[in-house]
């Protein structure tokens, strides 16, 4: 019982960790950015990189967030800002650069399956039995990114900007603030995050040219259940990925993958603001 409390509170952070930057890329944009598990990829390449150049695996994480940040930037200026007053046309773009995305690293590094080298390695000894020691880093990995970011959305001018563009952005540009600029860091940032969670899941799979997408839709159904909510995020993450993970421990692997998906949509048929604290 004690390694399945363990097991989903390690599933919630991972899945915390995947979604943080398509919340923050949704809220502050509103729009989907169908590219995030593109972004997820990214990270697994980066991560692989820092292991084909033999560097220190702990340098994955840095190299993946500085990736992801300036290719998030650059696909905000280029691609998606022209495209705000469309968001349907957004949602395709982003879309369709998922898969030019896709096919670009596969060119790279080819289809094959390939794998990174862990920062820690072993299991540490708790509750009578062995736990794995990465799968507990990266669970603290992720109350590090929800708390920097709960201080960088409550506690710096950028995060008060940002606050201001998600409840009103007319307002927001009427009192001087540059939501432009807060657009291309949100999008920036979402990015950025989604290629360093990808850099954490690698040590616990593997990467490939599509590692990304089973991702992108949990991801997806988290968002739509925390609307721009940290905290929301959080909850949601823990009651549906616990779910998931009972479902699969002691049911179905196949209906397991299907309980996060599903169970947003029943939660936002009862109740449309989904985990969002009224």
């Not at 169908?34 to 994955?60: E, K, R």
């Not at 590094?109 to 708790?126: C, Y």
């Not at 593997?206 to 590692?211: G, I, K, L, Q, R």
């Amino acid at each position: 019982m004690q390694v399945l409390i363990l097991d989903i509170v390690t599933t919630a952070a991972i899945l915390f960790a995947v979604s943080c930057g398509l919340l923050i890329s949704f809220g502050v944009l509103k729009i989907i950015n169908f590219a995030h598990g593109a972004f997820l990829t990214i990270g697994g390449y980066s991560a692989l990189v820092v292991t084909q150049m033999g560097w220190d695996p702990l340098l994955a994480y840095p190299f993946s967030l500085l990736v992801g940040l300036v290719l998030g930037a650059a696909v905000e200026r280029f691609i998606v800002k022209p495209l705000y007053d469309r968001p349907l046309d957004a949602i395709l773009a982003t879309w369709g650069l998922g898969i030019v995305i896709s096919q670009v690293i596969t060119i790279v590094f080819g289809r094959g399956v390939q794998f990174v080298q862990s920062p820690v390695t072993g299991a540490v000894e708790l509750f009578d039995g062995s736990y794995s020691v990465y799968r507990l880093a990266a669970t603290g990995g992720a109350v590090i990114i929800g708390g920097l970011l709960a201080l960088l959305m409550h506690r710096t001018r950028l995060g008060l900007n940002a606050r201001a563009v998600i409840m009103n952005e007319n307002l927001a540009q009427a009192l001087g603030i540059n939501s432009s600029s807060v657009r291309l860091i949100a999008f920036g940032l979402g990015a950025g995050l989604a290629s360093l969670a990808g850099a954490i899941i690698t040590p616990l799979s593997s990467v490939d040219p599509n590692m990304g997408v089973p991702w992108l839709v949990n991801a997806f159904m988290l968002v739509l259940v925390a609307g721009s909510s940290l905290l929301a995020l959080l909850i949601g993450s823990v009651v549906l990925g616990g779910l998931q993970l009972v479902i699969s421990t002691y049911g179905s692997p196949i209906l397991g993958g299907l309980t996060i998906a599903v169970a947003a949509a029943l939660l936002l048929r009862i109740r449309p603001k989904g985990f969002v604290l009224d």
